[in-house]
């Protein structure tokens, strides 16, 4: 039994010393950086990768690496080739997904097809062409709860657009008529605060681009994605 009380005993100052060496290497990470490069903003969280020596630091939503006293620091891929993964897409997946039960959704409109079961959430910009070809290819996907995001970042006449979409009496048909027969939205006024919510949102969560669907499980897809796409995405996920 000696023997064994002994190699716990070490094992625990093993793990008690990586760990007084881990909060020293994370203390001079985040006194050296921003005292270094001020620009940078203040670290939000510093963690160790599987690359021995190599930390990661993560400031709002961007991940950089540095060695354990800030000395050098880098921006890219970190990508383990065993496992043929990249850690750092892995990562920042988990950082920017989206709580689908948290969405705010007062601020989209829905559109309703069949029992509506199954949700997704869209965001658009009126003057997007690939919205447009999603939204055509969407009308072939029945028993969904579409949400309705408007995100005008093309331009000025898209955010004059959005408002009269926003403004419509029926947000969802004049939305449709405009995405997919081409019939313009009326001129219309009324209070438009969501739409800067919405652009706030999107550049919290570092939404870039148009259409971006949202899944249930927080998963979002870029792009104008097919119908079949969407049906595959849709039983993919729990919802």
């Known amino acids: 039994m000696k023997p064994n ?3 716990a005993l070490a094992a625990l100052l093993v793990l008690a ?3 007084a060496g881990a909060r020293a290497d994370e203390a001079a990470i985040r006194k050296n950086l921003p005292e270094r490069l001020p620009q940078l903003g203040k670290v939000d969280e510093v963690g160790k990768t599987p690359m021995p020596g190599l930390f ?3 400031i709002g939503a961007e991940l950089y690496y540095t060695d354990a006293d800030g000395n050098f620091l880098l921006q890219g891929q970190l990508i383990d080739t065993k496992a043929k993964r990249n850690l750092t897409e892995e990562r920042q997946d988990k950082l920017l997904a989206i709580d689908f039960a948290a969405l705010p959704v007062k601020d989209a409109f829905t559109i309703v097809r069949g029992n509506g079961k199954r949700k997704i959430a869209v965001f658009e910009d009126p003057n997007c062409g690939y919205c447009k070809r999603f939204e055509r290819d969407l009308q072939k996907v029945d028993n969904v709860t579409v949400y309705l995001f408007l995100y005008p ?3 000025p006449d898209s955010a004059d657009k959005s408002r009269n979409h926003w403004c419509a009496k029926d947000k969802g048909r004049a939305w ?4 997919v027969r081409d019939q313009a939205a009326p001129s219309a006024a009324c209070d438009t605060a969501a739409l800067g919510r919405n652009l706030e949102f999107g550049k919290k969560y570092r939404i870039s681009g148009t259409p971006t669907l949202v ?3 927080g998963t979002r897809v870029p792009g104008a994605v097919t119908a079949q796409q969407v049906e595959k995405y849709l039983a993919d996920v729990k919802q």
């Open 17 to 19: 010393f990586a760990s």
């Open 153 to 155: 970042i093309l331009g």
């Open 5 to 7: 009380k002994n190699a």
């Open 56 to 58: 990661e630091v993560r």
């Open 215 to 217: 899944l249930a499980d």
């Open 176 to 179: 449709q008529d405009w995405m």
